[in-house]
């Protein structure tokens, strides 16, 4: 009876064979996708803060009447996002301007598309 028991043991052994590394494989896939979705959401956050932050220098320049708004935003954010990042001015209403930054967020993997990050600060008029 004990070698029957030993006998199914070694029978199963060889069907077993390679389980751990595809296991192992879709673990590994699977941490590395949870890690790169993580970087993808500091990503938008940090194209949310910069559109924060040119939406505010571009409203304070607009609010000079002579200066490059646009430009002012630009060399307030971060070079590699700034040559892609869009400004929108409304028109002077009483006294105050009105700038919208649009700022795309860069997508590391293709399954994630968030658009643009976008943010409008309101300064007075001098």
């Known amino acids: 009876m ?20 595809i296991e192992f494989a879709g673990l590994v896939t699977l ?15 940090y194209a949310v803060q910069q559109a924060g932050t040119a939406s505010r220098a571009s409203a304070r320049a607009a609010s000079t009447l002579d200066t490059d708004y646009v430009q002012v935003g630009r060399d307030s954010m971060s070079d590699w996002l700034a040559e892609d990042a869009t400004f929108d001015r409304e028109p002077a209403l009483g006294d105050e301007v009105k700038v919208t930054a649009r700022v795309p967020v860069p997508a590391i993997l293709p399954v994630f598309d968030f658009g643009d990050a976008e943010r409008t600060a309101t300064m007075p008029l001098d």
Not at 2 to 21: C, I, N, S, V, Y
């Open 2 to 21: 004990p070698k029957r028991f030993l006998h199914r043991k070694t029978d199963a052994e060889p069907r077993e064979k390679g389980q751990a590394a």
């Open 31 to 45: 941490m590395i996708f949870v890690g790169l979705a993580a970087v993808q959401l500091g990503l938008v956050a």
